[in-house]
Nanobody, 116 residues
Framework: QVQLVESGGGLVQPGGSLRLSCAAS????????MSWYRQAPGKERELVAR????????TYADSVKGRFTISRDNAKNTVYLQMNRLQSEDTAVYYC?????????WGQGTQVTVSS
């Protein structure tokens, strides 16, 4: 079965950095696009970044372009989100996602809090 396990969240000051990791299992990882979403209190879940399978192309939400970088290590079945120049608006629970066979799979989420 598909499993996604996020790690790397925490409390960071504005301007700081964090790297999130998502370890995936239960499917042929390299073939699938992987995404990071986030959900802030009282807001809908939103797409932050996506990395495609195969050529590894990437897309980003406008709010994080130039600050966040998504990457993947197919040998480790892991996708990363490097977050730099963090702002208070980035505070949210961050979720790893894969769409497979018309189903959306989610990890348990990892909390990122940006505060002084």
């Amino acid at each position: 079965q598909v499993q996604l396990v996020e790690s790397g969240g925490g409390l960071v000051q504005p301007g700081g950095s964090l790297r999130l990791s998502c370890a995936a299992s239960g499917f042929t990882f390299w073939m699938y696009g992987m995404s990071w979403y986030r959900q802030a209190p009282g807001k809908e879940r939103e797409l932050v970044a996506r990395i495609f399978g195969g050529n590894g192309g990437t897309t980003y939400a406008d709010s994080v372009k130039g600050r966040f970088t998504i990457s993947r290590d197919n040998a480790k079945n892991t996708v990363y989100l490097q977050m730099n120049r963090l702002q208070s608006e980035d505070t949210a629970v961050y979720y790893c996602n894969v769409d497979r066979n018309n189903n959306k799979y989610w990890g348990q989420g990892t909390q990122v809090t940006v505060s002084s």
